[in-house]
């Protein structure tokens, strides 16, 4: 590997916050680099200076060799008289003849006019467009700065695709910062963390990042207990929900079972339906034949939908699909083309919208004095909770409790807003894109106060971890219809894109099958490998709980009985070959299921 850049000694002040203290990094060929850490802590100014977009109060950058580096920045340099076409490229024949460059362009920019002025697009599309001129480019060093934003869920799979295969491997180097947990762990191979100054590295993706950041909890006794309880909540997640049946683990199974020993389910589905039914009833919400249009696009055709209490529910889809809609429809704010919509007496909604208009008519209010026109105090995981306990929880501190709501960050205008919105205690909750402008360590408090929330609940999220963590079942919108996918988000974009195939023309479709002839899984057979695969997992759990009390026996063993003691260590070593065998096993399935996606 050789080194492309380097920074020794680099300092960095604002007025309020010293950012940077005497860091010292290197950039190689074939670093993989994810960055992260929270709000306000410099990971996006710790990107501009390496690119030489920002320069140090102090320190050197140094490159080798006059690598070229390309950036994206939070804020695009467009003017609003620009020409689409022309930020691609000097030579439109250029890029529109290479393949990679025309399918970047085509993904990317399908619903942007290329002889439009920049100003006439949406916030979204200008953004698509930074993105799109920079991937066309060639670099020696990508510097991405939240590239998944604005992205919908196949566009985030699809980026994350581009970017493992756009240089061979040992070329080329990626830096990114993003909050999308899953970008991280399917795109990078280090992580860098900014925190307090300084920037420590991890190796391995962020699952890795999660379970080495633990240990180092452990190990240093760090007095943020509740934020080191967190984390490990999060690994528990990772390391026993989606993310660990979709792949091989990134890290040992073993020593990540021990790290989470202590950490309790997520959540207990059974017990939050019944608490949901105590206080829904029976009936929630009911679509019968239902059809949706907006203007003269037709969303959904004739559906057929009951939502019980105490379901979870994600829902995914396109941009400009139809998500937000369908929650419009299905809290009575707007009417359906026919069909009608039947909601439950006792349904008592509540929203949490995009925009968060819900905090307009509050804008001049201070947090402090908001907060206390509401109960005293809330029941949250079985322990009374003030709502300043509760935003503080929420990363809040006194200053920012005094403050007024229009000051707020968005960040902590997002987590205000969910906070009210569970204060009002609803039975029923809308949630649209709730993880915008949060880091990930928020986002894992967020999900934490959600999985203990009795009621009904819908999330709209492009957030592949957000809304497989926080949702029990999802729902796709796809050619008119809501079609349940339980294999998540990955069952709902290899739907998506057999969707997309036979919309083609014969010749298209023949040209965007599959080189390999390898053969995907059919679906009994996936639906066979997935039950295997959940009864492994028991069987692996019970397993661990057999090797720790045979482990148990042969530490109260009398030591002077000899013929004790070797039947004891015999038992230990035969449990320990058994879970042996299971967690290959497991690691075999996984394999299949994720060679035959």
Not at 399 to 422: C, I, Y
């Amino acid at each position: 590997m050789a080194v492309l850049l380097t920074c020794k000694d680099i300092d960095l002040e604002y007025p309020s916050k010293h950012v940077l203290q005497k860091v010292t990094l290197g950039i190689s060929t074939g670093d993989r680099i994810g960055i992260v850490g929270r709000n306000g802590d410099g990971k996006s100014s710790l990107l501009r200076v390496l690119s030489g977009e920002l320069e140090a109060d102090s320190g050197k950058v140094l490159t080798n060799g006059g690598p070229t580096i390309g950036m994206l920045g939070q804020v695009d340099s467009f003017s609003d008289n620009d020409i689409v076409r022309d930020q691609l490229g000097s030579d439109t024949y250029t890029w529109a003849s290479d393949r990679t460059s025309r399918e970047i362009v085509e993904t990317l920019l399908a619903d942007v006019p290329l002889d439009a002025a920049v100003g006439k697009l949406s916030g979204g599309q200008r953004r698509r467009v930074d993105l799109a001129r920079l991937l066309i480019g060639s670099w020696d060093i990508l510097m991405l700065d939240e590239p998944t934003n604005h992205l919908d869920l196949a566009a985030v799979n699809w980026l994350a695709n581009h970017l493992k295969q756009r240089w061979s491997k040992g070329d080329g180097a990626l830096l990114v910062v993003t909050h999308d947990r899953w970008f991280l762990d399917e795109v990078c191979e280090q992580m860098w963390e900014v925190h307090d100054g300084m920037v420590e590295p991890f190796e391995g993706g962020y699952s890795a990042y999660i379970m080495q950041r633990v240990e180092r909890d452990r190990m240093a006794a760090v007095a943020e207990q509740k934020r080191q309880n967190q984390v490990r909540k999060e690994l528990a997640w990772l390391s026993r929900g989606a993310q660990a049946r979709r792949r091989k683990p990134k890290f040992h199974l073993e020593a990540a079972a021990a790290l989470i020993a202590d950490v309790p389910p997520i959540r207990n589905p059974l017990e939050l339906k019944q608490m949901a039914m105590t206080r829904l009833g029976k009936q929630v919400i009911e679509l019968h034949d239902v059809s949706i249009a907006r203007g003269d696009k037709s969303i959904l055709e004739h559906v057929e939908w009951i939502i019980g209490p105490g379901d979870r529910i994600g829902i995914l889809g396109e941009n400009g699909i139809g998500k937000t809609t369908l929650l419009n429809i299905l809290d009575g704010t707007l009417k359906p083309k026919s069909g009608y919509v039947k909601i439950g007496k006792t349904v008592k909604f509540a929203s949490l919208s995009q925009n968060l208009a819900e905090l307009a008519p509050v804008e001049d209010d201070v947090v402090r004095v908001l907060l206390g026109r509401y109960k005293t105090y809330y029941v949250v995981d079985g322990k009374k909770m003030s709502p300043t306990a509760l935003m503080e929880r929420l990363g809040f501190n006194r200053e920012q409790l005094n403050s007024r709501v229009m000051d707020l960050s968005g960040g902590q205008r997002r987590r205000l807003q969910l906070l009210l919105t569970l204060m009002e205690e609803p039975n029923v909750m809308f949630l649209d894109e709730p993880g915008n402008d949060l880091d990930t360590d928020m986002l894992a408090v967020m999900e934490d106060l959600l999985d203990s929330w009795p009621g009904t609940l819908f999330v709209v999220s492009h957030d592949r971890n957000l809304i497989e963590r926080v949702t029990d079942d999802q729902y796709a919108i796809i050619d008119g219809q809501i079609r349940h996918v339980p294999g998540g988000v990955d069952e709902y974009l290899d739907l998506l894109s057999a969707s997309k195939t036979t919309e083609l023309p014969k010749d298209k479709a023949q040209e965007q099958q599959p080189t390999s002839s390898a053969s995907k899984l059919s679906n009994a057979e996936y639906r066979k490998l997935k039950k295997l695969l959940a009864s492994t997992e028991r069987k692996m759990e019970t397993q661990r709980k057999r090797l720790e009390n045979a482990k148990e026996r042969l530490a109260t063993a009398d030591p002077y009985n000899y013929e004790e003691l070797t039947q004891r260590q015999a038992e230990v070593e035969a449990e320990s070959a058994t879970l042996d065998e299971l967690e290959v096993t497991w690691l075999e399935v996984t394999e299949e299921l994720e060679t035959g996606e």
